[in-house]
């Protein structure tokens, strides 16, 4: 089969350029199935980290019913050898989510015939959502890893408390009542402050200063995103970086204080909810959960911290070939 040739189910496969016009109609697909790491404000993000992004349609009928943003990244001991990774599943119009399983399959024929690549890699933990085992399992991936999120639905305020576990509930009302002091947008330079002493904490390499300014301008400034924080007298207790377009939200990095008011963090993710909301955002997406096997008492003690917010528990897979 030839690059962008129709498959024989009717599937058609074909790379879009990136002009004004057709980025303008990409960033406005289906915003109920959208998601920020498939816009084209996370390519411009890719571009400003030395890779290439790439984007891929699927028609049906002459209808477009699918959209993937990948990037491709050149080894540097081989321009010629490229690696293909995803931070996200395709795109799919809602009314063709039956057809999910077989459009994967379709782009990743698509792929490997076009790119010819050494590795697809679709395993960030954090953002891969909407791919299946059983698409992966079709596409030949020899190596499937399984996780798991937590997606709270956004209502109106009593909702959303509601859902909350007690502790979280009666955290979030004490910090109101304390003083602390919500702000949707923090500067930059305390964000990476603070990130920096929260990873310190624990042994850990978070984002870099470098990463975190990239998110900053082409995501949270064009806005995708929220760089926002909590404040008590004047001091940034608890901080977090919120991915968002169309109805979908992902908590992607989080960042507090040693000794933080007590709810400040659970009062910030209440107040992220709210103000996107308002962005017409629907879903809040925890960004990953570690529960299972090879979980160590830290990522539990996240999974579960998580988990009281209420959401539903969703399972999702990624895979390296």
């Not at 406005?28 to 920020?36: C, L, Q």
């Not at 009928?61 to 490229?82: C, D, E, I, M, Y």
């Not at 076009?114 to 953002?127: D, H, T």
């Not at 096997?293 to 209420?310: L, M, T």
């Amino acid at each position: 089969m030839k690059a962008g040739e129709q498959m024989e189910w009717g599937i058609q496969i074909s790379r879009i350029s990136p002009d004004e016009k057709s980025l303008y109609l990409w960033d406005r697909f289906d915003p109920a199935t959208a998601h920020p790491a498939n816009t084209s404000s996370f390519a411009r993000l890719q571009e400003r980290w030395f890779s290439s992004p790439v984007f891929l349609q699927a028609l049906m009928k002459g209808q477009k019913v699918s959209q993937w943003l990948l990037t491709k990244v050149h080894r540097r001991a081989n321009p010629f050898s490229v690696q293909i990774i995803s931070a996200c599943g395709p795109q799919v119009l809602l009314h063709h989510q039956g057809l999910a399983d077989d459009l994967f399959v379709s782009y990743l024929e698509f792929i490997r015939t076009k790119f010819r690549p050494f590795r697809i890699r679709l395993l960030n933990y954090a953002l891969t959502r909407g791919i299946t085992e059983t698409a992966l399992k079709r596409s030949h991936f020899a190596q499937i890893e399984k996780f798991a999120t937590y997606v709270n639905r956004i209502e109106d305020d009593d909702e959303i408390l509601q859902r909350f576990h007690s502790s979280h509930r009666n955290d979030t009302r004490k910090a109101m009542r304390d003083g602390c002091e919500f702000r949707p947008s923090i500067p930059l330079a305390e964000y990476v402050r603070l990130s920096a002493l929260t990873y310190e904490r624990s042994g850990q390499h978070g984002p870099t200063a470098e990463e975190l300014s990239g998110i900053r301008s082409e995501l949270v400034d064009q806005g995708n995103g929220l760089m926002s924080g909590v404040y008590r007298n004047g001091n940034l207790e608890a901080a977090s970086v919120v991915l968002f377009h169309g109805h979908h939200a992902y908590y992607l990095h989080g960042a507090s204080a040693e000794t933080k008011v007590r709810g400040a963090t659970t009062y910030l993710h209440f107040e992220n909810m709210r103000i996107l909301r308002e962005a017409g955002v629907r879903f809040y997406d925890f960004g990953g959960a570690r529960t299972g096997e090879g979980a160590d008492d830290k990522a539990r003690s996240i999974s579960a911290f998580k988990s009281r917010f209420g959401g539903t528990l969703v399972e999702a897979y990624g895979g390296v070939q």
